[in-house]
């Protein structure tokens, strides 16, 4: 079975901090994605990379960046947290079309 | 700008009933649609996909419907169960290579015994 992780489930952090969100796939995949999921809004593409070192723009960048080192592992950071980016963020990963999702990490700032 | 119009937001539906989740999508260089089903407390997963060469695809009681020149698809979910109960995300992209996939906002049911 495919499996994607993230590093916390749950996270609480203050205005202006830098924030880390780690994900790790296990199936080799090439792809990975970072989106947000907020009520009514569904899910948001933010970043995606196709290669290690690559990445592309998503929907909704401003306020992230990203970093693929290794193939398994693609990161999310918030360079400076703000309360408007308190959301459930979701890691997915794929090689063709089906992409394969993680369990998500709740974000909250204060 | 909303590529993939999902409705409705939110739907009740009684045990052994049929419900119903429909999407319409833009972008005509789209041709690859699936859904996503979605648990509390996990991450989406893939439920069906259907291309648009076929204008229905049935997976037990899970049903695709496809409308290529209306570019509305939609999902039937036949004898409805409480277990069914999640939010469904329908989604469109480019096939091939690394694509994009733009999902719909979502659509809470609730079956009810």
């Known amino acids: 079975d495919v499996k994607v992780t993230q590093s916390s489930r749950y996270l609480v952090k203050r205005t202006g901090e830098k924030v880390f969100l780690e994900c790790v796939q296990d199936m080799d995949h090439e792809n990975m994605f970072w989106y947000r999921q907020d009520p009514g809004l569904g899910l948001r593409l933010i970043y995606f990379s196709y290669d290690v070192k690559m990445k592309e723009k998503g929907d909704i960048p401003e306020g992230y960046s990203v970093s693929r080192e290794k193939k398994e592992r693609f990161s999310l950071i918030l360079e400076s947290a703000s309360t408007n980016q308190t959301s459930m963020y979701l890691c997915?990963?794929?090689?063709?079309?089906?992409?394969?999702f993680g369990p998500g990490t709740r974000l909250t700032v204060l | 700008q909303q590529q993939v119009k999902q409705s409705p937001q939110s739907l009740i539906v009684q045990k052994g009933g049929i419900s119903i989740i429909n999407c319409a999508y833009e972008?005509?260089?789209?041709?690859?649609f699936p859904w996503y089903q979605q648990f509390p407390g996990k991450g989406p997963a893939l439920l069906i996909a259907?291309?648009?060469?076929?204008s229905e695809k049935k997976e037990g009681r899970f049903t695709i419907s496809f409308n290529k020149s209306a570019k509305q698809f939609s999902l039937h979910i036949m004898d409805s169960q409480p277990g069914d109960s999640a939010t469904y995300f329908c989604?469109?992209?480019?096939?091939?290579?690394?694509?994009?996939?733009?999902f719909g906002i979502g659509t809470k049911l609730q079956v009810i015994p």
């Open positions: 259907i291309r648009p060469d076929v």
């Open positions: 997915a990963s794929s090689r063709w079309n089906e992409q394969f």
């Open positions: 989604a469109a992209s480019k096939s091939g290579g690394y694509q994009k996939v733009t």
């Open positions: 972008n005509t260089a789209f041709d690859y």
